[in-house]
């Protein structure tokens, strides 16, 4: 199994100033945040930044922090990106987990691997900002599984199906997430069946119970 983690911080200071796109990302953020959150709820309209900020899914980020991330998060994966997931596959690998823009970067590696066959992988994308994207590749994969909290502002707080089409399984869920933080993930009962159901379905048998 190859887990992947790719961080969206820039390092880059005195951001110019958003464009539409980066501004409407931002502002779905908000409502995603505002839906649960009472610190972002309290905050007035004009300090949507600030209010992002003070919400449980970005722990005190910083609003220019906040530019800086959703603008990597539009840049996409560099070519090191793509180059530490590369390396991270074996002919063996059966199961891709990738956490925030490390699932761009997974599903950008894995849909440029015409060698591989398509049953020979199953994806996991955690948190991820796909359904932000425009018009990413498709993995060439055997199964995609997607899970997304309601809360994580990154994911959109929703599935990726209604923008990458029906194969992708989706599993909407409610851990409390944190930005860059794949822990509460990882902890969750949804996680667990997700990693069984892609041995499984690998052939390992890991997913069948005794007497299956």
Do not use: K, Q
Request: with cysteine.
């Amino acid at each position: 199994m190859a887990i992947v983690d790719v961080d969206g911080r820039t390092e880059h200071s005195g951001e110019p100033p958003l464009t539409g796109w980066e501004a409407e990302v931002l502002e779905r953020w908000w409502r995603v945040a505002r839906f649960d959150d009472e610190a972002v709820r309290r905050e007035f309209a004009a300090d949507r930044l600030v209010a992002l900020s003070r919400s449980r899914f970005f722990t005190g980020l910083p609003p220019e922090d906040l530019i800086r991330t959703v603008r990597a998060m539009m840049s996409g994966p560099t070519a090191g990106d793509h180059r530490a997931v590369r390396e991270a596959l074996a002919p063996e690998t059966r199961a891709v987990v990738g956490f925030g823009l490390g699932a761009v970067a997974a599903v950008d590696v894995l849909a440029r691997r015409p060698a591989v066959p398509r049953e020979a992988v199953t994806l996991i994308t955690v948190g991820s900002p796909l359904a932000w994207r425009h018009g990413p590749a498709r993995p060439r994969v055997r199964e995609w599984i997607n899970l997304a909290d309601v809360g994580d502002g990154l994911a959109g707080g929703e599935g990726l199906a209604p923008y990458h089409g029906e194969d992708v399984h989706d599993m909407v869920m409610d851990c409390d997430p944190r930005l860059r933080a794949p822990r509460p993930y990882i902890a969750s009962p949804e996680f667990g069946r997700a990693l069984l159901r892609a041995f499984d379905t690998a052939g390992s048998g890991l997913g069948r119970r005794d007497g299956a």
